[in-house]
């Protein structure tokens, strides 16, 4: 079993700055893709970045120059810094992993239970 423990969420005014954390911990062989999405009230889950395990990253349009993600393999954790936020960033911040269990095994996808962040105007 894998589990995915977010944290670093808040209340921040607009212009403002958070650093989120994403723990991956469990049995595994390896993990693959991780990524960030995000879940607005009254709105569809949305990928906000992802990170191959090589370091290749992929953002979406409104967070491009303000969100970077990064991973630390050894710690099997990935982050989201957050800058310049804007209340449209409000939401409930989901980390997702690709997972690998054993190392011909297939990859399977875990999610955390997220961390709600709130950017005040």
């Known amino acids: 079993q894998v589990q995915l423990v977010e944290s670093g969420g808040g209340l921040v005014q607009a212009g403002g700055s958070l650093r989120l954390s994403c723990a991956a911990s469990?049995?595994?062989?390896?993990?693959?893709?991780m990524a960030w999405y995000r879940q607005a009230p009254g709105k569809r889950a949305e990928l906000v970045a992802d990170?191959?395990?090589?370091?290749?990253?992929n953002y979406t349009d409104s967070v491009k120059g303000r969100f970077t993600i990064s991973r630390d393999n050894a710690k099997n954790t990935v982050y989201l810094q957050m800058n310049s936020l804007k209340p449209e960033d409000t939401a409930v911040y989901y980390c997702?992993?690709?997972?690998?269990?054993?190392?011909?095994?297939?990859?399977?996808?875990?999610w955390g239970q997220g961390t709600e962040v709130t950017v005040s105007s």
């Open positions: 469990g049995s595994f062989f390896s993990i693959h893709t």
């Open positions: 990170i191959s395990s090589g370091g290749s990253t």
């Open positions: 997702s992993a690709d997972v690998r269990a054993w190392v011909l095994g297939a990859l399977h996808n875990y």
